[in-house]
């Protein structure tokens, strides 16, 4: 059955409400955009879990590979000045 | 349950659970997932947790779409505009269960195509229990109080599998099975309440799907294949017996609530224990319906397959048109 052609595989992501950011939610097959968004606002709006909808072709996505992580992410582990609770103040400027 | 099948050996030859090679790669996967750490799709993983967890959703997934023709059974014939509504919106449910598992099986390196192509040609399984028949109204309501009571036994604790994509496929799920098996229990209050026919009706679906659904956790875990990595691997939480147990233990006091008794001699609070004590398993029939005789096991296959090849032009025709607009929109640009 290698001769079938899918539909394109699209991502789906919801904005909850307004004021929130868009969040990924799921995947799902469409032919096209305007497909791809009727579908994700049956599939994954059923309960008004949104208010607005971004749909993106998956294999438009570029995205960091598992094998770069520690390369990528580890430097930031012994950065922690970047975070405000390293300092320590006095009592007396309670709340900066 | 959805993925009892999980419980008989790989068909496809692929290595068992069991002949798994011990690499030090796979022996720091073992100990993060039994730490509880969390997979995700591009992360490394032994050959053999992937194709496990394939077989897994994908029967899953299979599950929930064949679980929608017993009850599109019913949706001309439902007693009320009520009724029906909520039961299309049930079976509209499903179906994205199904798109759901689908998409986290794909996360795997496996297309639809193929996820499909093996249910179609039978060598993908689906849950026993949607080739039981539904006989009348009061079957709609059990299989939403019993069947889907039995699939949130086995779910809630997926939520917390170890491969990122199938939990979070199962959290989305569980949040809306509830309101499933809430709605069988109200139609099922609704008819006890009723005449005597209508209490008779419920009685007899609850006898005839009680055992089928407690063959849905499937065999008793001396007899489980697979059980014992898949609990290694954090992909399985709970055991077949003790979820069946849980049910037992949970379901007995709402039979009572709707005046129904269950067809079970053996069935008794045992203080011991401070569990529910209940009769043998009829195995037989169990590997009999799983293995492809049971009742509608022909029926519910030859629906899909027809539904996929009725819908063959549909596909072609949407792929087509998307071309064309993209080739205008090339051209106008």
């Known amino acids: ?96 | 349950m959805y993925t009892q099948a999980m419980d008989l050996p790989n068909p496809d030859g692929s290595p068992s659970l069991a002949s798994v090679d011990s690499e030090a790669r796979e022996a720091a996967f073992n100990d993060r997932a039994g730490r509880g750490e969390i997979v995700e799709a591009r992360d490394w993983m032994p050959e053999a947790y992937r194709k496990t967890l394939v077989r897994q959703i994908s029967q899953h997934a299979h599950s929930e779409i064949v679980g929608m023709l017993p009850e599109g059974n019913w949706v001309t014939r439902a007693p009320s505009l009520k009724r029906k509504t909520i039961l299309l919106a049930k079976i509209q449910d499903e179906g994205g269960h199904g798109l759901y598992l689908y998409a986290a099986a794909e996360t795997l390196g496996v297309s639809r195509d193929e996820l499909l192509n093996a249910l179609h040609t039978g060598k993908a399984k689906y849950s026993s229990i949607f080739n039981y028949p539904t006989l009348t109204w009061a079957d709609i309501g059990v299989i939403g109080w019993l069947v889907d009571g039995a699939a949130i036994m086995n779910q809630v604790p997926l939520c917390r599998c170890s491969y990122g994509p199938y939990a979070r496929a199962m959290v989305r799920i569980c949040k809306e099975e509830s309101f499933h098996q809430r709605q069988g229990f109200d139609l099922l209050l609704t008819m006890a309440k009723g005449t005597d026919a209508q209490r008779a009706m419920v009685q007899d679906a609850v006898n005839r799907w009680w055992w089928p659904v407690l063959m849905m956790f499937g065999p008793h875990d001396k007899d489980s294949q697979n059980s014992e990595l898949s609990m290694k691997w954090g992909i399985k939480r709970i055991t077949n017996d003790e979820l069946r147990q849980q049910f037992v233990d949970a379901t007995i006091p709402q039979g009572e609530l709707l005046g129904v008794t269950f067809p079970d001699p053996e069935l008794r609070w045992n203080e011991a224990r401070g569990h529910y004590d209940f009769g043998p398993i009829d195995w037989t029939e169990f590997w009999n319906v799983v293995n492809g005789h049971g009742p509608l096991n022909r029926e519910r296959l030859a629906a899909r397959v027809a539904a996929w090849d009725e819908g063959a032009w549909v596909r072609e025709a949407a792929l087509a048109h998307a071309a064309k607009q993209a080739a205008r929109e090339r051209a106008a640009a």
Not at chain 1, 17 to 36: N, P, Q, R, T, W
Request: aromatic fraction near 10%.
């Open chain 1, 1 to 96: 059955m290698s001769d079938r052609k899918e539909w394109p595989l699209w991502e789906v992501f919801l904005r909850s409400k307004a004021g929130l950011d868009h969040k990924h939610c799921g995947s799902l097959h469409a032919a096209d955009g305007a497909m791809a968004l009727q579908m994700a606002r049956d599939v994954y709006t059923r309960r008004q879990e949104g208010v607005s909808i971004w749909v993106v072709r998956a294999d438009q996505i570029v995205a960091s590979a598992p094998d770069d992580k520690a390369a990528l992410f580890d430097p930031m582990a012994d950065k922690i000045y970047r975070h405000p609770t390293f300092y320590e103040l006095p009592d007396e400027v309670n709340h900066m």
